[in-house]
């Protein structure tokens, strides 16, 4: 055989298991499934959805499924998938020590937004850090997924995933801040006896979350809103109404992974486009427009998953839960 022909087959043959390892795998949307199921079982068990190195587990499983399905050769896929088996292995074993510490320069990702990063260390010491430990862990992955998306094209297309970061951050306060206020509140009644109120609780900020089935208000694959969706839309312009002050009603549009012509960003364009246009119908019923913000997850963040092994009919059923839009609301009571 001609020497130059036989190094090249050489070269050839020891790379290829180096380029199959980059992309992702049927085995690997299994390895994601399985540490979901145990996952839930840690969330319905003992431990709940709101413990710290759960919920950074599962924001971590989250982010690993979307890159999968995005075919990502980084690395950050299989590096999410180390992260959230470690931590689902040491609460399985009821281990006590576990590291608060969130690696921030995993292959594939760049760190962001070091301001974010700096408050996620203050909050960290904060006194009521329970009270907001699941928003927090679930900010620190955000910021290292809004690293890759960053690394992959530019700050204009991750800029969406820091503000995504930036309002668990702020969520997490909010929820310690009304913490603390709900302590110093009891110490109050403690030292004046009881029967001697302190007031009603005016002026603690309040975050609430509603979702809407994207299947109730919107034509399968269209922003166009169908004939039933006003009813649910005026309840929700009601419930905001009720509010003493709004500072802001975030809008996040999400979709399903499906997509036939497997182009995944018309369904970011897609979940953008219902965001705005539930903007517009609660601005025409007198819901301040300029308090009003929209975003677009596209496929982010599934609530299920279901197998590519089904029909496609199937899975459109599956998914339906996938296919909704998160309002967030902020303000006084």
């Not at 979307?66 to 990502?72: G, I, K, L, P, V």
């Not at 995933?161 to 997490?172: I, K, M, T």
């Not at 029967?195 to 399968?220: M, P, Q, Y």
Request: one cysteine or more; aromatic letters at 6%; hydrophobic letters at 40%.
């Amino acid at each position: 055989m001609n020497k130059s022909l036989l190094l090249l087959l050489t070269v050839l043959c020891f790379n290829l298991p180096a380029y199959a390892a980059d992309a992702p795998m049927p085995i690997h949307l299994e390895q994601i499934e399985a540490l979901q199921k145990r996952s839930d079982k840690l969330v319905f068990g003992e431990v709940g959805a709101d413990n710290y190195h759960l919920a950074k587990a599962r924001a971590w499983l989250d982010l690993a499924l979307s890159e999968y399905h995005q075919t990502d050769t980084s690395g950050l896929m299989f590096a999410a998938i180390v992260q959230a088996e470690n931590l689902i292995s040491a609460l399985e074993k009821k281990q006590q020590d576990i590291s608060m510490d969130t690696p921030n320069t995993l292959q594939g990702t760049e760190v962001v937004r070091t301001d974010l990063w700096d408050k996620v260390a203050v909050a960290k010491q904060n006194l009521f850090v329970k009270c907001g430990q699941r928003q927090l862990a679930e900010a620190e992955v955000e910021l290292v997924w809004a690293g890759h998306e960053k690394m992959e094209a530019g700050w204009a297309h991750a800029e969406s995933y820091g503000r995504s970061a930036e309002d668990s951050l702020y969520n997490a306060q909010v929820a310690m801040d009304n913490c603390g206020k709900d302590d110093a509140k009891a110490k109050a009644l403690a030292l004046a006896g009881a029967g001697a109120g302190t007031g009603d609780g005016a002026g603690v900020r309040n975050v609430e979350k509603f979702t809407l089935s994207g299947d109730a208000l919107f034509v399968f694959g269209s922003d166009q809103l169908v004939s039933g969706a006003s009813a649910s839309l005026d309840k929700l312009a009601d419930a905001i109404k009720e509010w003493a002050e709004i500072k802001e009603v975030k809008l996040v549009g999400y979709t399903d992974r499906l997509r036939s012509d497997g182009n995944e960003s018309k369904n970011q364009q897609l979940s953008e486009a219902r965001a705005e246009r539930i903007k517009q119908y609660l601005a025409s019923k007198g819901i301040a427009a300029e308090k009003i913000s929209t975003k677009g997850g596209g496929s982010s963040k599934p609530v299920v998953n279901c197998s590519n092994k089904m029909s496609k009919e199937k899975q459109v059923v599956c998914l339906q839960p996938n296919r909704r839009v998160e309002i967030t609301l902020r303000g006084e009571k």
